[in-house]
C-alpha cells in the first residue's frame, strides 16, 4: 500500500514537474511571468482528449504530437503577448498573458462546454499487479514519460548548441545578442519549449483529474508554489517544489491507510483541505526563513 501510494504521488509531482519547468524557462528568458502558463496546462488536456476522438491510439502515442501542438501554440504566443509589449512596463506583459489566458478559459468554455473531461490514458486505465502491490499503469507511465521529457530537456540545454544559445540568452541578452545568437528567436523558442512541456503535463493530468475550462488559475498557482519553494527561477528548484507539493497533497489524506486508527485521534487533519492549509503553511516558512527557496534563486527578481 505504502509503495503504491508513493508512486500515485511521484506521478503527480512528475506531472508538476513538467508544469513548473516549463513555467522556469520562460520566467528566465523573459523576466516576465507567463499568467497564461496554467491554461495551457488545460488547453493542453483538451489537445489531447481532441486528437483520441480522432486517432484511436493510446495516449503515450498522442503525447508527441500534443507537445507539438502546444509548441505552436506557445510560439504564437509569445508574438502575441511577449514580444509587442517587452518594451513597456513589466505589468504591461502581465496584464497581455492574463488577457490571453482569460480567452482560453472562454474558448474552451465555449468549445468544450464547463463539464469536467476526461483525457485519454497514457497506456491503460488497470492496474499492474506484483504480488501484494498493486500500482496503476497510468501512474508508472506518468512517471516514465515525465522522465524521459525532463530529461531530453536537460540534455538539450547543456548538451546541445541551441541549450547554449537559449541558457546564454536567458543569463544575459544583451551579451548573447552582442555575439551573433538572435535573442528573439531564443526567447520565441524557449517559449514553445515551456509550452510544449505544459501540454504534455495537461496530458498527464486530464485523465486522473480530469479536465475544465477553469483549471488553468490552479495550476498556474501551483506552478508559482514550486518555484517559490524551490528557488526563484532555479530548475531544479522547480522539480523539487513540485515533488513536495504532491507529497502534501497526497502522502497526508492517504496516513488513514497507512495508520490504522490515526483519523479517529483528529479526522479533520487527513484531508485535502487541511493538506493545503500546510502546504501553504510551510510555503509562508520557507518564504520567511530561506526566502531565496531551497536551492537559491537563479533570478535575483521576484515578479
Not at 75 to 92: E, H, K, N, Q
Not at 133 to 139: D, K, L, M, P, W
Not at 148 to 166: C, D, E, F, P, Y
Amino acid at each position: 500500500m505504502l509503495l503504491q501510494i508513493l508512486v500515485n504521488a511521484l506521478a503527480l509531482g512528475a506531472s508538476y514537474a513538467l508544469l513548473a519547468l516549463g513555467f522556469v524557462l520562460i520566467l528566465n528568458a523573459t523576466a516576465s511571468v507567463n499568467f497564461a502558463h496554467g491554461d495551457m496546462v488545460m488547453a493542453g488536456g483538451y489537445v489531447g482528449i481532441a486528437l483520441s476522438s480522432l486517432l484511436a491510439v493510446p495516449g503515450i502515442l498522442l503525447l508527441p504530437l500534443v507537445v507539438l501542438a502546444m509548441a505552436v501554440f506557445g510560439f504564437l504566443l509569445s508574438w502575441l503577448a511577449y514580444f509587442p509589449l517587452r518594451d513597456r512596463p513589466p505589468v504591461s506583459v502581465f496584464i497581455s498573458t492574463i488577457a490571453l489566458g482569460i480567452v482560453l478559459q472562454n474558448s474552451s468554455n465555449a468549445i468544450n462546454g464547463a463539464e469536467p473531461r476526461k483525457g485519454p490514458a497514457l497506456f491503460a486505465d488497470g492496474s499492474l499487479v506484483m504480488g501484494p502491490v498493486v500500482v496503476g499503469q497510468q501512474a508508472l507511465a506518468i512517471i516514465a514519460a515525465a522522465t524521459v521529457l525532463i530529461v531530453a530537456q536537460h540534455m538539450l540545454l547543456n548538451r546541445t548548441s541551441l541549450g547554449r544559445k537559449l541558457r546564454a540568452t536567458a543569463q544575459d541578452r544583451q551579451m548573447a545578442e552582442a555575439v551573433g545568437i538572435r535573442v528573439n528567436r531564443m526567447i520565441a523558442l524557449t517559449f514553445a519549449l515551456g509550452s510544449g512541456l505544459a501540454g504534455a503535463a495537461g496530458l498527464m493530468l486530464a485523465n486522473t483529474f480530469f479536465v475544465s475550462p477553469t483549471d488553468g488559475t490552479n495550476y498556474i498557482i501551483k506552478a508559482y508554489i514550486a518555484v517559490t519553494i524551490g528557488g526563484w527561477g532555479s530548475l531544479t528548484g522547480a522539480v523539487c517544489g513540485a515533488l513536495i507539493i504532491a507529497m502534501f497533497e497526497v502522502l497526508l489524506p492517504s496516513l488513514p491507510v497507512l495508520v490504522r486508527g490515526i483519523d479517529a485521534l483528529s479526522p479533520w487533519m487527513f484531508t485535502q483541505t487541511t493538506s493545503t492549509i500546510l502546504l501553504y503553511l510551510c510555503l509562508l516558512a520557507i518564504m520567511f526563513l530561506r526566502p531565496q527557496g531551497l536551492f537559491g534563486e537563479a533570478v535575483q527578481r521576484r515578479v
